[in-house]
């Protein structure tokens, strides 16, 4: 026990020293252009296998990227492309949110939920409110203990449930979106390093989010009911420990005719987007592309689709509930929601130079071409090369809370070295997903972990970091070996990642291939080689 609390010691007080995650991009491009200048000097290059283009390595302080930098930065800005889709989710979302559609929605699942199957009911509800944001957070957790008070069970351990799902299955869900918006959007660029044809959608992990669910649920189930409710030992509520009487109460008329509402609007849209599909010429199927590829319109509208879905059903909730009274809540509701997203807006505007400059660069790719060589020639398995992302993702998450912070910095090296491996951008993307969702309830630098001690403090006052701590160690742990090993059998069995996407990318025939120097050094081009071999030993080529 003294040995763990040394270790966890010493990552919190590493953690506390790292800066902003902001300046900690800052610190980034910093390095960046230091590389840069030496990588120029050196003539560092390799060869795109999969375009044959020559990759040359350029400081960042030449006259044409400073040109970029400078001149180009309201570009850089807005051509960012997860910015675009997670502000219009986000114009949606927050009417659906502040009008209390989110709220009552998660309200009702859980105070209707019958008492054999209340955890499980409190886990899947958990994973489905991160479309909540915040909410997922302030209404699911604390509502989860009262639920669990007036069961007659533990509060705290309908607390530690319903905080391992929001956080800890924070990869899972059931339907993609703002957080598969923003992921997968850093994602496409990174992928256009190597392949400037490559289009991601916000499908792309979509079966593999609802894998996450049917997997983590048994998991928090078991552990909640035979592991953490029996080592907290039996509940006796002392005072305001008890559930008040508007906790426990009912959904209003109001509330439920808000739902239906809701209900039918979601139903509106569905049936919409399916007859816009089914029309001749729809801009939804495009029928000279292939088979495989005939609806990534349709897939690439999903982001548009739940946006104005959060938005009608939101609005609909809110005409039924009285929570909207005009046009004008709705148009406040929206604002709000922007305002809210202010400080993603900060940070992205340095993610977004940074992932830039290493494009203008040329380090990201060379970078990528070499490390993929050498873990060619290592032959390492295509379920080791995901499991050793997972890992990487698990280290980082414990020091930076931000997953678009940490994939802003990672994917530029990582998703193009892997797919010169023969692993998609998307199979990439679900690995760091995993790794950055299950170390999050283990961790007290996370962002949440004061307010859901705060939670627990309303049932026991003496509930302290270190019993919060050891309460959610069970289900990170079994978290992090059934993530593993779910990524591992993603792998092998080749399952698809969502509609139309699959673990293993096939590059185009490749023009040249890049072989290390017998002396080290930079890679240069040789002749071309078959097209299997750019997946190398150990991974399929497909």
Known sequence: MAMGNRV???????????????????????????????????????????????????SLLSPANLERLLIGMPSTLTNFPPLGI????????????????????????????PKAMLTPVIVITGMVSHHASDAAYVVVIPLAAVMFAAAGRHPLAGLAAAFAAVSGGYAGNLFPGAQDALLLGITEPAARLIDPSYSVNIAGNWFFIVGVVIVFT??????????????????????????????????????KRGLAFAGLAVVAMIALWALISALPGSPFVDPDADPQERFNPLFKSLAAFFALTFFVSGAAFGFGA???????????????????????????????????????????????????????????????????????????????????????????????????????????????????????????????FPLILTFAQRWDPKF?????????????????????????????LDLPLGPGVGVYYEPPAPAVAVQLPADGGIAGPVAPPEAAAVAGPGVRAR
């Open 322 to 448: 009285r929570s909207v009274t005009s046009h004008r809540d709705l148009v406040r509701m929206m604002g709000e929601g922007i305002i809210q997203l202010a400080p993603y807006l900060v940070l992205v505007f340095f993610a977004a130079h940074f992932v830039a400059m290493f494009n203008w660069s040329g380090l990201g790719p060379i970078l990528a071409i070499n490390a993929a060589e050498q873990l060619r020639q290592i032959n390492m398995p295509a379920p080791l090369l995901l499991i050793s992302v997972v890992l990487v993702s698990c280290f980082f998450d414990l020091f930076v809370g931000s997953a678009s912070a940490k994939w802003s910095a990672l994917a530029p090296i990582v998703v193009p070295m892997f797919m010169l491996l023969g692993i998609s951008p998307e199979m990439t993307t679900a690995g760091y997903r995993m790794g950055d969702s299950v170390t999050n309830i283990a961790t007290p630098l996370m962002s949440y």
């Open 464 to 492: 302290g970091l270190g019993s919060l701590m050891s309460t959610m160690l069970p289900y990170a742990g079994a978290f992090l070996v059934a993530g593993l090993t779910m990524v591992a059998l993603w792998v092998t």
């Open 218 to 255: 048994p998991i928090v189930w078991f552990i909640t009911d035979r592991i953490i409710e029996p080592r907290l030992g039996p509940w006796a509520p002392k005072g305001t420990s008890s559930p008040t009487a508007d906790e426990k109460q009912p959904l209003s008329s109001d509330e």
């Open 86 to 113: 997670v502000v219009i989710i986000i114009y949606g979302a927050s009417v659906a949110e502040r009008s209390g559609l989110f709220a009552t929605a998660i309200r009702g699942a859980l105070l209707n939920a």
């Open 8 to 58: 966890l010691n010493g990552i919190e007080r590493i953690g506390n020293r790292l800066p902003d995650p902001v300046f900690l991009f800052l610190w980034l491009i910093g390095a960046l252009i230091v590389l840069s200048l030496v990588g120029a000097g050196l003539g560092w290059s390799a060869v795109n296998p999969v375009t044959g283009d020559t990759l040359v390595a350029e």
